[in-house]
């Protein structure tokens, strides 16, 4: 292969990473100010979130257009086919936490009139930064190719399943006390379960880096000793 064709061929692969990395701060942002949306129950920003959704799909599109002309016209092996179908895996769980942040938007509409508990807020609040930790975390890791900080990602997955449960018995017992607050928590209880699906998307990515940059399953992985 000549030089000029292994230098084109290292720009394609480094335009699948930035382009991944655009996506990813893009979504952020929207998961970002959709549950600000949501806490400050702001009935414009809930609308740009939805609308917005229509760009990371786009995105969506576009990486694995990108991808699949890659393998076909390079036919990779090895670390440059897991580059490829890195950027295919980690599109597409990009993409359902977009439509995740989106379907918070929604929420944040429905309840717009209504008055939220603050305990609740509060529960909603931590919950969110927990999700909203293991994004940035994964799409940090996936900058740098940092194995060690997608494997603590994975292993943090427990901590948001651990406070969904707790949030989600809180919410039952408000329903029960007063039926007036079915309805609100009702949409809450969509909300958290949607935060609590973002942290597996997380999870998958971080798998995904992981078999990206050791050839190796998260499992593996993860228990393998440390280099050095």
Known sequence: MSEHIVTS???ELRELARSIAEMGGLVEQQLDDAVNALLSTNSQLAQDVILGDRQINQMHYQI????????????PMAQDLRETVAAIRISHDLERVGDLGKNIAKR?????????????????????????????????????????????VWRSDDEIDA????????????MMEDPRNIGMCTHL????????????????IAETIT??????????????????
């Open 9 to 11: 061929y290292d720009e």
């Open 64 to 75: 694995e257009e990108r991808a699949i002309l890659v393998i076909a016209k390079r036919q």
């Open 108 to 152: 944040a509409l429905a309840i717009e009139d209504q008055r939220m508990n603050h305990q609740l807020r509060r529960g909603v609040e931590h919950l969110a930064s927990l999700g909203l930790r293991q994004l940035k975390d994964v799409l940090d890791a996936y900058g740098s190719r940092d194995v060690q900080k997608a494997i603590s």
């Open 163 to 174: 406070m969904y449960v707790s949030l989600f018995r809180e919410m039952l017992t408000y």
């Open 189 to 204: 209880l969509f909300c958290a379960k949607n935060i609590e699906r973002i942290g597996d998307h997380a999870t998958n």
């Open 211 to 228: 078999y990206l940059v050791t050839g190796k399953q998260m499992e593996r992985a993860a228990t393998a000793p440390s280099a050095g």
